[in-house]
């Protein structure tokens, strides 16, 4: 099993700061997802990284993917109440997926 | 694109018996789905690999005699918990794999209570 440690593992921030989300391994992956789940909900993709140093943006989101694919960040800038939910990084190892923790992210209105 | 379904999405059943669980790909065809479960506030435990055409691979400490998958077409793969016991409740998640591109999509889950 390939571990994955996020961090952190709770975040609350008033609406408009920005948050970041580490997920780190001594493992290299093939590629590294980000997911977000909802309670009672499945994960929802939002990115997959696939080069070392890559940097992927998706509206206020931004990710990156470490240069030697071992490490990721999520970073959200003028958090809003709707980016409140479960933030999963997984890495993609022999075709299968390692989760991190997950961080549970709280935006306050 | 790249739709997962899963049915049913909530289900309570009786110690002992039997629960089947459907995950389909509804627009992509998937050689391979995962079988997750999630306890709560915590993240996915992989399960299994379902494997259309051959036999599942199970994590460790994963029974398959308890745990029966069946991948028999390219679209759906099916979860049997048999002889379910309280301990087993739990949040069942499926994904479905597109080779192309080494992504899993997940299906919206299936919340398990055994009494």
């Known amino acids: 099993t390939q571990l994955l440690e996020q961090s952190p593992q709770f975040l609350s921030i008033q609406e408009g700061e920005n948050l970041t989300v580490y997920c780190n391994s001594s493992?290299?992956?093939?590629?590294l997802q980000w997911y977000r789940q909802e309670p009672g909900e499945g994960p929802v993709l939002l990115v997959t990284?696939?080069?070392?140093?890559e940097v992927k943006k998706l509206k206020r989101l931004t990710f990156q993917f470490g240069d030697a694919r071992k490490d990721s960040s999520l970073h959200i800038t003028a958090a809003q109440p709707g980016d409140t939910g479960l933030y999963l990084c997984?890495?993609?190892?022999?075709?299968?997926?390692?989760f991190g923790a997950g961080t549970t992210v709280t935006v306050r209105a | 694109g790249a739709v997962v379904s899963q049915h049913p999405s909530w289900v309570i059943c009786k110690s002992g018996t039997s629960v089947k669980i459907e995950c389909r790909s509804l627009?992509?065809?998937?050689?391979?789905m995962f079988w997750y479960r999630q306890f709560p506030k915590q993240s996915l435990m992989l399960m299994a690999t379902?494997?259309?055409?051959?036999?599942?691979?199970?994590e460790q400490g994963v029974e398959k005699d308890k745990f029966l998958i069946n991948h028999a077409s390219l679209t759906l793969s099916t979860l049997t918990v048999t002889s379910a016991h309280p301990e087993d409740s739990s949040f069942y998640i499926c994904?479905?794999?597109?080779?192309?591109?080494?992504?899993?999509?997940f299906g919206p889950g299936t919340r398990l209570t055994v009494l």
């Open positions: 994904s479905a794999r597109i080779t192309s591109t080494d992504t899993q999509y």
């Open positions: 493992s290299v992956f093939s590629s």
């Open positions: 990284v696939v080069t070392g140093g």
């Open positions: 997984a890495g993609a190892y022999d075709y299968k997926l390692s």
């Open positions: 627009d992509f065809q998937a050689t391979t």
């Open positions: 379902s494997n259309e055409g051959s036999k599942a691979t199970y």
